[in-house]
């Protein structure tokens, strides 16, 4: 289960969260409120059982271990991709599709809100944060 601290800035909404790899940013919608499909799809990419953006740097850069995720994004077609930013320089590459270089595939069209989803996330608020 991920721990994100939803925002909405301007007329987009963006979800924070933390990674074992440091804090990272997803774009999660449009409009009055976040689409909880896409947290629901990070929240499975992230499930510990497989480490998939560990397979996702190794698979798009030579030193994987100066790269971390910084942005998570669904394109138009339901696909999840990450952003990185190198550790030392500070440049950001991405954005590397999961299902391109992870085991992952699941889609957007994959995922199903449920009720307990929607209370989850209720519960959680969007919370806003001083820190924009």
């Not at 669904?74 to 500070?90: P, S, W």
Request: one cysteine or more; aromatic letters at 10%; a negative charge.
């Amino acid at each position: 289960m991920i721990r994100a601290y939803v925002v909405q800035q301007g007329a987009v909404w963006i979800a924070r969260l933390l990674t074992r790899y440091g804090h990272a940013e997803v774009l999660c919608g449009q409009g009055n409120e976040p689409d909880l499909k896409e947290l629901l799809l990070v929240e499975q990419f992230l499930d510990d059982s497989v480490d998939h953006i560990s397979s996702i740097r190794r698979s798009a850069f030579k030193m994987p271990r100066l790269w971390c995720p910084i942005r998570f994004a669904v394109n138009n077609q339901g696909r999840l991709g990450l952003q990185f930013k190198h550790r030392l320089t500070g440049r950001q590459d991405g954005l590397f599709f999961a299902d391109e270089h992870s085991a992952f595939r699941t889609n957007l069209s994959d995922i199903a809100v449920e009720q307990a989803d929607v209370e989850r996330f209720v519960q959680r608020g969007p919370v806003e944060t001083d820190d924009a």
